[in-house]
């Protein structure tokens, strides 16, 4: 409980970071509202909606990844150079403003009649525009915070995050039943223009940016790409935690997506029954990783550590109870991985913020999401590859068994660059907490 009285603290008592959230937190339950008013409108390949994670067969899930995070990961590493090089807070409120606009007629046009091509470009339009805000606001979250509370800022906009965007799904799903998607869509359009109306409170969310023209910026934003890709490159602490984040997501991605696959064989169609035993499982394993991350964290050396411990915890999880194919093993399966993913990913978030400045953090973070993208093309591609008879148990803890493999060789990089030494940032950070 002491992790979420700090929590409410720093809410409250840092405005811009408490307002900061509130951008995160409105956008995310404006896609929840907008995602789950939309999943049952648009068809894709037979498939209803683009749940990478409810998708029916291996080769649903390929291609939905391939449409959805592509056009995205080329966009990315540009959009990283427009946070680093704009200004945040115009940034903010143009991509939630612009959402709104776009929604709102949608939604005033109707969704059954504007056509699917419009839909799922709005459908891409709400994803694109939130990995926007999620890259900012972690971009950002150094200039609203002391150094000390990083940790628990990161905490705060995980477990916030999550669960905005899970009861505006939920809204969304009750809501279906008794209004049109229309009225539902409309309201996600207002959520995004409240996620606007904070954004334009905020005051300090990054150093000032020199006044320039767009001309001028694009011509120089391959070079500020490289120039990004360099800094992170001379930082082990930066580049470690990007390429560690990529793995746990690569294992998140893959582990999700074949459980639902052998949950539907061992369940039916019972969605409700599959949601109790592997989301519900997950999202306790979450929140129990938000109220212990301060005291684990004490009890670290340093923030790497967790984060390896962390990972550990999720890999072992995956490859003990991976390998049984039985609805309380996929509970205990999808809790370990929440447990270790939700710790692991705020320490990241924090170590990323550390290891650069101000003027780097923007494009970092773009990184992020190239990692986020490409690790659910690579789980859909090594499903497809093992094909739809053969999504079982042992499949499941051989990811799982790969994911320790790799978080080794993760490890002996730490070690080598002096991550795990309570040295520099991370001694300070220690000290800070103990």
């Known amino acids: 409980m002491d992790m979420i009285k700090r929590g409410l603290n720093l809410l409250v008592k840092r405005p811009d970071f408490g307002k900061l959230m509130g951008v995160q937190f409105s956008a995310q339950a404006a896609d929840g509202l907008v995602q789950g008013a939309l999943a049952a409108v648009i068809a894709f390949g037979g498939q209803k909606g683009f749940d990478l994670e409810g998708a029916k067969d291996p080769e649903d899930i390929l291609r939905i990844a391939l449409y959805i995070f592509i056009p995205y990961t080329i966009l990315s590493p540009f959009l990283g150079v427009v946070i680093d090089r704009w200004d945040r807070r115009r940034l903010l409120i143009f991509v939630n403003a612009l959402r709104f606009v776009v929604l709102l007629l949608i939604g005033v046009v109707g969704v059954s009649d504007i056509g699917e091509a419009p839909l799922f470009l709005a459908f891409l339009l709400t994803l694109m525009c939130t990995r926007v805000v999620l890259a900012t606001k972690a971009a950002a979250m150094p200039e609203t915070l002391e150094d000390n509370t990083l940790h628990e800022g990161n905490a705060v906009s995980q477990l916030g995050g999550a ?82 984040y990529f793995w746990l997501r690569l294992l998140w991605s893959f582990t999700l997506a074949a459980v639902g696959l052998v949950a539907r ?170």
């Not at 505006?168 to 109306?197: E, F, N, R």
Request: proline share 2%.
């Open 163 to 244: 669960l905005f965007q899970l009861g505006g799904t939920g809204v969304a799903l009750v809501g279906k039943a008794v209004i049109d998607s229309d009225i539902i869509v409309i309201a996600g359009a207002l959520v995004y223009a409240v996620g606007a109306a904070f954004a334009w409170t905020l005051r300090r969310v990054g150093e000032p940016r020199p006044e320039t023209t767009f001309g001028r910026e694009l011509a120089r934003v391959v070079g500020n790409i490289i120039d990004g890709l360099r800094e992170v490159g001379r930082r082990p602490k930066a580049g470690a935690s990007i390429a560690t």
């Open 265 to 434: 064989e061992l369940l039916g169609d019972d969605d409700l029954l599959l949601a109790a035993l592997t989301g519900g499982a997950g999202a306790i394993g979450a929140v129990l990783g938000f109220i212990l991350a301060h005291r684990l964290l004490e009890r670290m050396r340093t923030t790497a550590h967790l984060v390896l411990a962390a990972s550990a915890v999720a890999g072992a999880g995956v490859t003990v109870f991976g390998w049984f194919e039985k609805g309380f093993t996929l509970a205990a399966l999808t809790f370990c991985l929440g447990f270790g993913f939700f710790l692991a990913k705020i320490s990241l978030d924090t170590m990323v913020q550390q290891a650069l400045g101000d003027d780097f953090r923007g494009r970092a973070f773009s990184l992020y999401d190239i990692a986020y993208n490409l690790a659910w093309v690579l789980a859909a591609g090594a499903l497809k590859i093992a094909g739809s008879d053969n999504i079982d148990g042992p499949l499941i803890a051989g990811g799982g068994i790969v994911f320790l493999i790799g978080l080794a060789a993760l490890r002996a990089w730490y070690r080598k660059a002096g991550l795990l030494a309570p040295t520099g940032d991370s001694a300070r950070t220690a000290s800070s907490h103990g």
